[in-house]
């Protein structure tokens, strides 16, 4: 859950702060929080003293911003040109399948979501995922099916411990 | 290299003494700097240097493990020598790269240098003096006493053809140390503007050298410039546009990762050409390492005195604000993107007024491309004429382009206007992987379009791209072979423009998405279709080309305006794809599943009732170790079976 002191501590170095410095504030808080919440939203509007609405409006604008907790492990695929011709379409249907939940959705134990991204920039390795910031090139279903299935496990047995 | 030794002196000969004292000493400890700037150039070596590329594309191949290898290497064996972590030279279908340079020993490239074979490849050279020849990527031309049995890495096919301007020290040259760069003339083209000429002389060499803007409208540059110089401001911005939101575009981020500085200095120039003080960098959030690379570039400059107040006693002041974009395609668009960086959706505006006039906070602005910022430094330090040498008529210089896709040899390729794009696609990038036959080439992104085999043979340069109904664009090129549906490719397109589309005007909102559902409903299978959802499909494919129309003509934006080009060029050249996805219910390349009709090998099927049980629809029929049978009426063509079976039996058509 978002602690008001995180967004505080955001909000403390854009003291004075106007209009324009709206999109790297939400950046910093979800930085710090993993997305963007309800109570950090007001708060935000009312230190820039724009309406609530404006600051939804901004936020649900761009790709980038969540409302929901990302998982413990975040999956990005990308979905760029080369990566559809190279696959990239059942590569994200596996990973939907072998998780059970849509592009954009975190699972129930929070340890996995998915995103949808439009190019992460390496398309001469494509079709390319990254798992909390970590690349992996030419990916097949097959061998982001075993990714997952790792995670799981190491997962599963720390629990375990 | 003899000609930077020249470029140092040859851009600060003009400039007055004491700034030329005050720069020389700040990076080379005095006016000295002849064996200082070679030592930076890393031309005499004391000890080796291993370089490894480590942008964000050699990460993802496994640079880092190459780095944990080398450096595991150099502490076993006792070495002296030193780690670069560098950007990409370009070669992406060889990454990881790694480079070792001897002192007085030219510099060698390997490809494929991962970690497990990094140690070897390590040892071919430290102790056999013989670098494993089935790694070597090649050696450079200058740095030392050449190799023997080496090939050159200038006459590597993926090279030769090349000519790097942009990206002339991109992995090549540390990007974090400010001293190598101005070692290799960095900086001296700026200091020579800022002193020797005047703001409206600077745009004259600019529009002398026939520079157009690089991020896909291919508008002069020089002239962007004169137009906000000659607006009346108390302050004016320059805006460099690194929100690289082309799916299938990569340059601006390897520019940024691996020649920082360059792209900075090209700013820096632009912003005292038109009079601004402030400069702002819109860059994508999704490339952590260019922000940061730029981040260090920009407080180093700083502590250089090359950025801030009164710049070497020129008088002339300029502060770089690095904006992060927040992932909306449309953001390439620069009324959208100054919309951005006021903290407001990121929605264009109507034009005119143009930036030019009235801009970012309502003051004049330039905006411009990495890339066109990557050119003006050697515009200046050359001379207008050398760049104008270069190229074609209407379209000077060079370009890069993002090689992916199906074809052999991907990465980033720098050629000059003019070139073909055979030479690009067959030459530089070794033809179509796997021995499958060429279809077309995708270029410009979603706003471009496709190229078909009959025109391969055309001239890469602004005008000619757009009588085949493609254009430049930012410089995605992605290559597509017999497997790849065209149909497929239109819709994937639509798609993303669907989603991208930011929604202020009616014809971009809606209709790219009535467009998409019109391709979606002819690459559907048609298995219990209702009479009306037929109709329905027939008189969208009837309107199709219409609505292409009209939103090019009504909507607001750039975005909008080139929402049906992936259309449009699909359907102009490849209209038989769309036939047979309509009449004959029949995908020619096989890459739209729901199309294919499935069925089971009786004989290859040994009845273990796996497909049966996955089977979302129960379109399976049959008793177990008896031969299964798939319903076509219920099939909804799925391909989970074929997932799923382990003898092979499930085949689709």
Aim: proline share 5%; with cysteine.
């Amino acid at each position: 859950m978002s602690s008001p002191s995180k967004v505080d501590k955001v909000l403390e170095r854009h003291s004075f702060a106007k209009r324009d410095k709206l999109i790297p504030i939400l950046q910093e808080v979800q930085a710090e929080d993993g997305y963007i919440s309800k109570a950090a939203a007001l708060r935000v509007a009312k230190h820039l003293n724009i309406p609530a609405s404006k600051v939804y409006g901004v936020a649900t604008f761009y790709n980038q911003f969540r409302f929901k907790p990302v998982g413990k492990h975040h999956i990005l695929i990308c979905r760029g040109t080369a990566c559809h011709v190279k696959g990239s379409a059942g590569v994200l249907k596996m990973c939907e399948e072998v998780l059970g939940i849509t592009a954009g959705d975190t699972t129930r134990d929070g340890l996995f979501s998915i995103e949808v991204v439009a190019c992460i920039g390496a398309c001469g390795l494509a079709p390319v995922v990254s798992i909390n910031g970590e690349f992996h090139a030419k990916i097949t279903p097959d061998k982001l099916r075993k990714l997952v299935e790792d995670i799981r496990k190491t997962e599963n047995s720390n629990a375990a411990k | 290299m003899p000609q930077n030794n020249d470029s140092i002196g040859r851009n600060l000969a003009g400039i007055p003494a004491s700034a030329r004292k005050a720069f020389l000493t700040r990076a080379f400890g005095s006016e000295e700097y002849a064996a200082g700037a070679a030592g930076l150039r890393r031309e005499t070596l004391s000890r080796a240097v291993i370089y490894v590329g480590t942008g964000t594309c050699g990460l993802a191949a496994g640079a880092a493990k190459t780095l944990e290898a080398v450096r595991n290497y150099i502490k076993a064996n006792d070495l002296q020598a030193d780690v670069l972590e560098v950007g990409c030279i370009g070669y992406c279908a060889a990454e990881p790269l790694m480079d070792v340079q001897l002192p007085g020993q030219a510099r060698v490239g390997f490809q494929r240098a991962t970690g497990d074979v990094a140690p070897a490849l390590l040892a071919s050279v430290f102790k056999d003096k013989a670098p494993a020849r089935e790694y070597v990527l090649g050696q450079f031309e200058d740095g030392g006493k050449k190799w023997a049995k080496v090939p050159l890495l200038s006459e590597h096919p993926f090279f030769a053809k090349q000519l790097r301007f942009v990206l002339k020290h991109v992995g090549i040259v540390d990007p974090n140390s400010i001293r190598e760069h101005i070692a290799r003339g960095g900086y001296g083209a700026f200091l020579k503007v800022i002193h020797t000429m005047t703001p409206a002389q600077a745009c004259d060499a600019v529009e002398a050298s026939g520079l157009r803007g690089r991020g896909g409208g291919g508008f002069p540059t020089g002239k962007k410039w004169k137009i906000a110089l000659s607006s009346d401001a108390d302050q004016k911005y320059i805006i460099c546009n690194a929100d690289e939101g082309d799916p299938g575009a990569f340059m601006d981020r390897s520019a940024i990762e691996g020649d920082p500085h360059r792209i900075l200095e090209g700013i820096a120039i632009g912003a005292y050409a038109i009079h601004a003080s402030k400069a702002y960098v819109y860059i994508r959030a999704e490339y952590p390492l260019a922000i940061k690379n730029l981040k260090k570039a920009i407080s180093d400059a700083k502590a250089f005195g090359l950025l801030g107040e009164n710049i070497y006693g020129s008088g002339f002041d300029l502060d770089v604000i690095i904006k992060m974009g927040a992932g909306a395609f449309v953001c390439g668009e620069e009324t959208a993107l100054m919309n951005s960086i006021e903290g407001r959706r990121g929605m264009p505006r109507p034009r005119p007024p143009y930036p030019a006039v009235r801009g970012l906070f309502g003051k004049p602005t330039v905006i411009n491309n990495v890339e066109t910022f990557g050119n003006v430094s050697e515009i200046i330090s050359q001379g207008p004429a050398a760049f104008a040498a270069i190229g074609t008529k209407g379209s000077k210089g060079t370009k890069v382009f993002a090689l992916s896709g199906k074809v052999n040899r991907t990465g980033l390729v720098e050629i000059p206007m003019g070139t073909s794009l055979k030479e690009i696609v067959f030459d530089i990038g070794g033809g179509i992987e796997n021995g499958l036959a060429f279809k077309a080439v995708q270029i410009g992104g979603p706003s471009g379009g496709c190229i078909p085999m009959s025109h391969i043979d055309i001239q890469v340069d602004y005008e000619s791209l757009k009588t085949v109904g493609a254009m430049m664009g930012s410089g995605g090129l992605v290559v597509m072979d017999e497997k790849t549906c065209m149909v497929d490719v239109a819709k994937f397109f639509m798609d993303f423009i669907k989603r991208e589309s930011c929604g202020k005007c009616i014809p971009c909102r809606e209709g790219t998405l009535r467009m998409l559902e019109i391709l979606k409903a002819i690459t559907r299978h048609r298995r219990g279709e209702k009479d009306a959802d037929a109709l329905a499909r027939f008189s969208g494919i009837m309107n199709l080309e219409d609505l292409s129309q009209v939103i090019r003509e009504t909507s607001l934006c750039g975005l909008g305006q080139t929402a049906p080009n992936p259309v449009l060029s699909t359907l102009r050249w490849f209209r038989d794809e769309y036939e047979a996805h309509i009449f004959e219910r029949k995908c020619p390349a096989g890459a739209c599943t729901e199309m294919l009709e499935f069925t089971i090998d009786a004989d290859k099927c040994k009845g273990c009732t796996l497909c049966m049980k996955g089977c979302p629809t129960q379109a399976i029929v049959g008793k177990p170790k008896v031969p299964h049978y798939i319903i076509s009426e219920k099939c909804i063509s799925c391909g989970s079976c074929r997932t799923v079976c382990k003898f092979k039996a499930v085949s689709a058509a």
